[in-house]
Structures are given as structure tokens and as C-alpha cells.
């Protein structure tokens, strides 16, 4: 079964695309500067208003008088008044702003009246600060050493704590022969020295 709140947004749904329907009355224009602000009035004249829409492309405000309630998915930055005449203010406009916006007041014995405003905002549009681009790339790269050094630094200790202590072992018998056989070279040479002064004193009897 459908809540309240449902079948409202089904009803103010279709009445949206019905008055999508109906023929302009007038339309207007009006231009804009980018970060200023606009007002956009439908001063319709209506002595028994039952709804009030204002749309543009897929966004929609209906307000309901005989249910005093409100459909919007517009942004925070456009507002709407529904006073008469109902007024639609958008602040800090952008280019995105740009476009027609359609405003509907349903009047029981008048019928529906429609009002289309074409909106363009002028001035160029928003550029990126380049400094922020640079910033953004230092930032990269440096976090990228970063990564690369914590990588080094964690295989270089997995490869050492790999080694066993039979190779550790080995590798310092290894050296402890290495220096005995230094050891043993030095004095292999030296006995040679000494055998070969004493043929020589032999020889020429020192």
C-alpha cells in the first residue's frame, strides 16, 4: 500500500509531464554573470492556484496548495518562493546554470499558465589553479619513493632473516680457514727463506 508521501510524488510527477505538454504562453530571456545571482519570476495571474512547478531538464519543484506539500530536487543553491508572484533565486550561478526554466501555475477555472525563462550566464568559465596540478604531482612523487624505499627496505630484511644458521655457521668456518691458511702460507714462506740462506752460507762458508 502507498504512503502519503508516495503517492504525492507520483502525482506531482505526472502533472509535471502533463504541463510539459501544454502549449508556452511566453517566454522570455535573461543573462547572467558567472558567481553572480538571478531572480526569475512567473507573475502569472491566477485566482485559484492549485499547484505551482518549476522544471528544468530533469529537475523539478511542485508545490501543492490543497496538500501544502513540496517536491524538489534541485541544488541548495537555487531557492524557490512560492509567494505570489513564485520567484526561483539562484545564487553564485554557474555555467551549468544556463538553460530554460519552465515555471506552471494550474488554476482551477483559468487552466494552467507557463511562463519559460532562457537563462545564459556569461564570462569564462572556472580554471583550474595550475599550482594545485604541481602540487598534486610533487605529491605523487614523492609518495612513490617513499613506497619504493619501504620496498627495498622490507625484501632486504626478509632476505636476511631467510639465511639459516647452518649457513651462517658454514660461512664463519669459512673464514676461519681462510685465515688459517693465510697463516699457514706465511710460514711455509719463511722456512723456505730460512733453508735457502743456510745453502747459501753452505755454499761460501759464511
Known amino acids: 500500500m502507498f504512503n502519503r508521501a508516495a503517492l504525492l510524488s507520483i502525482q506531482l510527477y505526472a502533472m509535471g509531464q502533463v504541463f510539459a505538454e501544454i502549449p508556452l504562453n511566453e517566454s522570455r530571456s535573461k543573462e547572467?554573470?558567472?558567481?553572480?545571482?538571478?531572480?526569475l519570476t512567473c507573475n502569472i495571474s491566477r485566482t485559484n492556484v492549485t499547484q505551482i512547478n518549476w522544471s528544468k531538464g530533469s529537475f523539478l519543484f511542485a508545490y501543492s496548495f490543497g496538500d501544502n506539500q513540496t517536491f524538489s530536487n534541485f541544488t541548495s543553491h537555487t531557492l524557490i518562493d512560492i509567494t505570489f508572484p513564485p520567484k526561483l533565486n539562484i545564487s553564485k550561478v554557474q555555467h551549468d546554470d544556463a538553460g530554460l526554466y519552465r515555471c506552471n501555475v494550474a488554476?482551477?477555472?483559468?487552466g494552467t499558465g507557463t511562463i519559460v525563462w532562457n537563462l545564459t550566464v556569461s564570462g569564462e568559465p572556472e580554471e583550474v589553479d595550475p599550482s594545485w596540478f604541481y602540487l598534486y604531482t610533487l605529491s605523487a612523487v614523492g609518495l612513490l619513493l617513499v613506497l619504493c624505499v619501504f620496498t627495498s627496505a622490507v625484501c632486504l630484511y626478509r632476505k636476511l632473516r631467510a639465511r639459516t644458521p647452518?649457513?651462517?655457521?658454514?660461512?664463519?668456518?669459512?673464514?676461519i680457514q681462510s685465515e688459517g691458511e693465510g697463516v699457514t702460507g706465511s710460514r711455509t714462506n719463511i722456512n723456505r727463506r730460512s733453508q735457502y740462506m743456510e745453502r747459501v752460507n753452505y755454499i761460501y762458508d759464511l
Open 166 to 175: 647452518n649457513q651462517i655457521a658454514v660461512e664463519g668456518q669459512m673464514d
Open 107 to 110: 488554476d482551477l477555472r483559468s
Open 32 to 39: 547572467v554573470s558567472r558567481g553572480g545571482s538571478v531572480i
